[in-house]
């Protein structure tokens, strides 16, 4: 008979119970980010239907909108020129009341050294290609959590990743989450960032070319139609069932677009 208990990770309290909305740090507004954005905003007018405080999202990007982002991304001919942080965080306020704030600038430390105005947040969410920027915001996160938080403090690392036909999704935690004691369940308290489990991984696909696209035919040889739409879901779903659920049995998912496969992972 088998008796191993199914290891689950619970949510943080302060997420479950919070009397504020909760902050969100969204880096990327490109294929996958301006995507996500629209799914937090469906899970900010559910939550607060249920009686949730909701969600205060900061979009960060200091991209511009150009003819190559049309179609694939969630930008019309008329914002050609604008930036894309400004642009969809403008159009999520008027659509929902929100008061949700745009960073037109990248998410990193300054030539100083010191963290970005505004960076403390309960979850971060990154939607970037670049290697490099995800071991410098992993970085961040890591000196953030070294702090003393009484609000905003940092709970959640969730990160898309995405090649042409598949992609993934990965949710990790800044430092250990305070877990219940459970009788059923093997409780979880870390999740280890993917830079720490999959480190090699991404420095040997960082030989790849990232460079941007000219136009909308070059970015679909780079990343197919709908694969940053299925990858927004997937990792929405998994912050959904945080808030919904108050725990997690799979902190992961990839997926192969050509095949339609899905695999969620722990």
């Known amino acids: 008979m088998n008796t191993d208990k199914i290891k689950v990770h619970f949510t943080d309290s302060d997420l479950i119970n919070a009397t504020n909305p909760v902050t969100i740090n969204l880096v990327g507004a490109g294929g996958t980010g301006s ?20 969600l205060h999202v900061r979009l960060w990007d200091d991209d511009i909108v150009t003819d190559a982002n049309l179609g694939r991304q969630r930008f019309a001919a008329c914002e050609t020129g604008l930036y894309k942080s400004v642009t969809l965080i403008n159009r999520a306020n008027r659509c929902e009341g929100t008061n949700w704030k745009a960073e037109n600038r990248k998410f990193e430390r300054d030539n100083l050294g010191r963290m970005p105005e505004h960076a403390g947040a309960s979850i971060f969410i990154t939607c970037v290609d670049s290697v490099k920027t995800r071991f410098e915001i992993a970085d961040i996160l890591k000196r953030l959590n070294s702090g003393r938080y009484y609000t905003n403090r940092p709970s959640y690392w969730l990160d898309f990743g995405n090649s042409q036909y598949t992609g993934q999704v990965i949710l990790s935690t800044i430092g250990n989450i305070r877990q219940p004691n459970s009788q059923k369940y093997e409780t979880v308290a870390n999740l280890p960032f993917v830079t720490e489990e999959f480190g090699d991984l991404l420095k040997r696909a960082e030989q790849q070319d990232d460079t941007p696209s000219c136009s909308l035919a070059e970015a679909l040889e780079k990343q197919d139609l709908y694969i940053n739409g299925s990858l927004a879901q997937m990792g929405c779903s ?11 049995q799979y902190r992961a998912f990839s997926t192969i677009l050509e095949s339609s496969v899905l695999n969620p992972f722990r």
């Open 35 to 54: 995507k996500v954005l629209t799914a937090l905003l469906e899970m900010n007018h559910s939550l607060t239907s249920l009686g949730h405080a909701g």
């Open 238 to 248: 998994l912050l959904w069932n945080l808030f919904r659920k108050g725990l997690i």
